[in-house]
């Protein structure tokens, strides 16, 4: 699921995104599909009915019946900063694990480990 919450400007993209979405063909509506998902996390699967195409007057409906919620610049920031700021900790909590369990190798201590090698074996 991606996210409810966006800022006007926001609002503003994507609507213009939705409206070359169904103005586009078959390769140009992809594109769309993937920033849409990549730059707002914004999936169209979270507020269309399944088999009707989702456009900019879909986009405004939700908006008017607050599926999507329009807040400040600020606040979406600051909302974006908390996401990416627990993807970096989930990210790091997964490698940790990985090491731990010896899937993968601690980059860090093999370099320390190299470093050491070569001070103590000059060439």
């Not at 920031?77 to 990416?84: D, F, G, I, V, Y």
């Not at 990210?91 to 470093?115: H, M, P, R, T």
Request: hydrophobic letters at 35%.
């Amino acid at each position: 699921m991606g996210r409810n919450k966006f800022s006007q400007r926001e609002i503003d993209i994507i609507r213009k995104l939705l409206g070359r979405k169904m103005a586009g063909n078959r390769a140009g509506q992809k594109m769309v599909r993937h920033t849409l998902r990549t730059v707002f996390e914004f999936n169209i699967s979270d507020f269309n009915v399944q088999g009707k195409a989702f456009g900019p007057l879909d986009l405004d409906e939700c908006v008017r019946r607050g599926r999507i919620h329009v807040l400040d610049e600020a606040t979406i920031e600051t909302m974006k900063l908390r996401h990416a700021e627990k993807r970096l900790h989930d990210e790091s909590l997964k490698q940790a694990e990985a090491i731990a369990n010896g899937e993968i190798e601690d980059w860090q201590k093999v370099l320390e480990e190299w470093n050491e090698y070569y001070r103590n074996n000059p060439e």
